[in-house]
């Protein structure tokens, strides 16, 4: 049986002037226990795929099922078998770490054994007991976040939905949370992520799926979207090239710091040569998920659509 099945699923918001759909007939299949990444601008649809799959939303049109059960026909038997780390989700300001992991473990039915044995655990594994015993209210932002992160993986339950679980770490604690995440997969949850971070999603998911205005692109394994792109090299210039000069070498992006090129491997010894004659900084790597987003999508993942809602 599939953990997740999602068939012409469709949410509209109806504004004063138009309707905007936030999903529009999406299917999507997710195997039990996968680690799966869910990527899409901000305003994509992703966080409302994940409220309409917990049973937190109506849909428009279409269904989902989790473990063979619809969500809105059953949704107190979907919410027992489900977790969530909501997007920009925030802790009860006067209870400690160890405290929320313990009590939101006791209050969905778990012995205080259990809960204090499972405590002890994910804050280990999420680098915590130094600060296990400090309000949430001194915590910084980051360390906020990874309470909500441990409070939810702490849960073990069947299927876990993990929105922007790592937003506001650094890259230590992203990487900390990375493993208790895979080990919350190893032992039978399925996981479902939302991430701005691609590298994030490439580390972690065995499958991937990406959405823009509500329809999804694309769903598989993340090497095969890269294979889409055609270009073996990224070549990232400071400022000194124009587009235009680049343009006949590939797909060129416009970036923060400068220009991103796709190429192929025959291009890298002139082009290099060339931006070492105008003292133009180059970095030279393989594509990665980053660039295959682009090359579906467009634009960016960090660009936000103004036209759209969740």
Known sequence: MDALVARSLSKMYRGRHRTVPALDNVD?????G?????????????????????????PTAGSVQLFGVDVVDHAREVREQIAIVPQEGKPFYHLTPR???????????ASAETARTRADEILEGMGMLPYEEIPAMVLSGGLQQRTLVAMVLATEAPFLFLDEPTLGMDPFARRQVWEVIRRAARKGSTVLLTTHYLDEAEQ?????AVIEGGHVLYQGEAEALKSKVRREVRLQFGYGFTAQELA????????????TLLTTRNHVEELTRRALERKIAV????????????????????????GALA
């Open 28 to 32: 999507m299949t997710i195997a039990k």
């Open 204 to 208: 972690l998911s065995e499958e991937l």
């Open 283 to 306: 970095h030279i790597g393989p594509v990665t998920l980053e660039e295959a987003f682009l090359t579906l999508v467009g634009r960016a993942i960090e660009d936000e659509d103004p």
């Open 248 to 259: 006949s070498y590939g797909e060129v992006y416009a970036e923060r710091n400068g220009l």
């Open 99 to 109: 405290e929320h992991v313990e009590e939101y473990l006791r209050v969905r039915g």
């Open 34 to 58: 996968r680690l799966f990444a869910f990527l899409g601008r901000n305003g994509a649809g992703k966080t409302t795929f994940i409220k309409i799959s917990s049973a937190l939303l109506m």
